[in-house]
Every structure is written in C-alpha cells, then in structure tokens.
C-alpha cells in the first residue's frame, strides 16, 4: 500500500489530500457538504477516473446524511437532485456516472426509514472505497505477468494510488510487478497541462522507494528510440466496447510512437471503467478544461494572450492497444468478445 490516503470518509466528513498543491505541500482537506466535493471534482483536488467515482460516492452519501428532510419521497428527490450535482462536474471518466447510478440503485432498492436509508448510503460508500483498492490489487497481480523481470516501464498521467482509493491501475501493474519481485524502473511524462506525472506520478514512486526518471511529453519519442522503453502502461478514463480507449491528453500520440517502435501498449483500468453504452471512442465526451492551464504555469503566465485548445483527454484507437489489463484477466486485442465476456 501507498504511505498515504487519497480519500477517506471519517466522523461524518470526506477527507481528500490536495492533489492541486502536490509535491510542495502535503495537505489534507476536510469536506462536509456535497457542494465542496462537487467543487472538489471540478478543481482536480481529487481527479483520477476511480477516484473521482469514490469521491461521487462519498459526496452523495454527505448530501444524503445532511438533509433534514424526513419524507422518504422528498428525500428520494433530494438525493436525486444531489447526484445530478455531482455527476455535472466533469464529463469523460465514466466512474463518476458508475458510482452514481450504483448509489441511486441503493437508494432505490431501500425499504426502511430515511434514517436506514442514509445509513445505508455512507456504508455503501465506503464499500466502494474499500472495493477500489482491491481491485486496484487484482489488477496489479495480473499485469504483473505481462511484464518482464529487469525492465523499464513508461507511463503517462498519474494512474495511481493518487487517482484511485490506493496502490493504483497503471502503477498498480508497476507494484503488482515489484511485489512478485522484479526490478522495475518507471519513466514517467510530466504530463502538460496539469503536470500529473511531474507533481504526483513522480511524487508517489519516490515516496514509496520505486525508482522514477521524469521527462518532459516531447521526450517520448527520443527515449524510445534510444531502447530505453519495455512498455507503456497507462489508465483509462472510460474505454468503450470495441476496446477505443480514453486517457489523459498525451495518450494517444504515446500510443502511436509505441507502435512505431514495436513497443507494447497497456492499458490497465477496472471493469467499471468500461462503457458498455459506448459502442468506440468517438462517441466519449471529451472536457475541454481552462485555457489558464495552458497559458499558465504554477501560476505564472508563459504565453501570449491567443488563441488556445485545451482538451483533457484523448482517443487511442483499439488498435493501437496490445492489451487492456482488467481486475479479473488480461483481455487481448481484438476486444470486442474479451471485453463483453467481462460483463457476464
Ligand atoms: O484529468 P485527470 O487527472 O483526472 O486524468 C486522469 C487520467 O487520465 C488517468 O490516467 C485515468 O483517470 C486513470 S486513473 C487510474
């Protein structure tokens, strides 16, 4: 396990580490209306797609547990009008929508009093924290077979302990490789905008003794060329049914360079993170985010006022993906029978 929480539900209060003031600070925030996790969400304090779907859970239990409406169907509304809260902060990790519609399923399924009902939406929060790890531990102990002893792993983002309850999908693989006792060493991308790989990808290995080289997004291709790459293995923000994967910005052109050299190209996420509604990636909405988080760095302005494009995440066509790592198999390119046999 990581030597940190990234999320925690404690004495009625959701408890997050600030992912906005990593590696500087080292800070923990406490929440107690759905509000502020909404705003949480929204500002990146807590981002990841399994995170973010922990942080939905927890933040719909919060809305739930505050209410003072005691009319079972009023409050049913309530929670409802809540989840709808949630679920508009960011539109491409589908966790989001999978935690909330798995909270209205608890809620919906409830007999008992407003009182049991709120009881049994914190607890059903909690579970899904709990699950997370887990998951994120299955998924670690079967990518781990597919990489090799001695070798040198890419990856982009932060598909981590950060990003999930703990240990982590991308670096779950990377853990779940080590823990079967092979050295591995981790390049990670530093990850523009929003420097994920520089500030928390680089931060979590360091922390926990896994040895990490950083690199700027431009570098990719270089390293590659020169042998110093054994496979790329990146998380996902929602894959759809044919196995398209969306991820970080960034994600796809490490795919196409990955191809180009004959490296192979992993992709590690749990099943909740596959949209079977989905059909291929063009139909995943992707976020356009602030154009400060290009014009800016740390605060400081580095561009002229332009023009600017700021999308969060890109498409990686199935195709360029050898093999997408999932908590109960390894499902192998073409995907489309492998993916759908998961959902059984
Ligand atoms: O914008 P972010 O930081 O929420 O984007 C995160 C990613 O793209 C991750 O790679 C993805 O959510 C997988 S996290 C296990």
């Known amino acids: 396990m990581s030597s940190f929480k990234t999320i925690e539900w404690k004495n009625n209060k959701v408890i997050m580490i600030d992912q906005t003031r990593l590696p500087k600070d080292e800070i923990y925030l406490e929440f107690e ?22 942080a939905a859970a927890m933040g719909i239990a919060l809305g739930a547990l ?3 409406i ?46 049991d009902m709120k009881a049994r939406l914190v607890e059903e929060a909690n579970i899904i924290l709990h699950e997370d790890i887990e998951t994120c531990r299955s998924i670690g102990r079967v990518g781990a077979e597919l990489i090799p002893d001695n070798s040198t792993i890419l990856t982009h983002c932060n598909a981590g302990a950060l990003a999930t309850a703990g240990y982590g999908t991308a670096l779950g693989v990377i853990r779940g490789a080590r823990e079967a006792g092979k050295n591995i060493k981790v390049i990670a991308t ?21 040895s990490v080289s950083l690199i700027t997004d431009n570098m990719v291709g270089h390293i590659m060329s020169k042998g110093m790459v054994d496979a790329v293995v990146v998380g996902a923000d929602r894959i759809a049914e044919n196995g398209d994967v969306a991820n970080k910005i960034g994600t796809y052109s490490i795919s196409v360079l990955a191809k180009s050299h004959g490296i192979p190209f992993y992709v590690a996420a749990p099943i909740s993170t596959i949209d079977y509604n989905c059909p291929n990636g063009g139909n995943i909405p992707i976020e356009e985010r602030d154009i400060n988080e290009v014009t800016h760095v740390l605060g400081s302005r580095i561009a ?25 198999a390894v499902v192998k390119n073409p995907f489309l029978k492998g993916l759908s046999d998961l959902n059984k």
Not at 79 to 96: E, F, G, Q, S, Y
Request: aromatic letters at 6%.
């Open 66 to 68: 505050n209410t003072t």
């Open 70 to 115: 005691e009319d079972r169907d009023q409050f049913i509304k309530e929670v409802n009008k809540v989840t709808d809260v949630i679920m508009a902060t960011r539109p491409t990790a589908v966790n989001l929508f999978w935690a909330g519609k798995r909270m209205l399923g608890v809620l919906n399924s409830q007999n008992g009093s407003v009182g």
């Open 304 to 328: 002229p006022d332009v023009n600017v494009y700021n999308p969060a995440f890109d498409i990686t066509p199935n195709e360029n993906v050898s093999s997408i790592i999932t908590e109960k």
């Open 190 to 210: 530093e990850t523009r905008p929003f420097l994920q790989g520089a500030r928390l990808t680089a931060w979590e290995l360091d922390k926990d003794g896994i």
């Open 33 to 54: 209306t759905y509000e502020e996790v909404a705003d949480a969400i929204k500002r990146m304090v807590i981002r990841g797609a399994p995170a973010i779907g922990v």
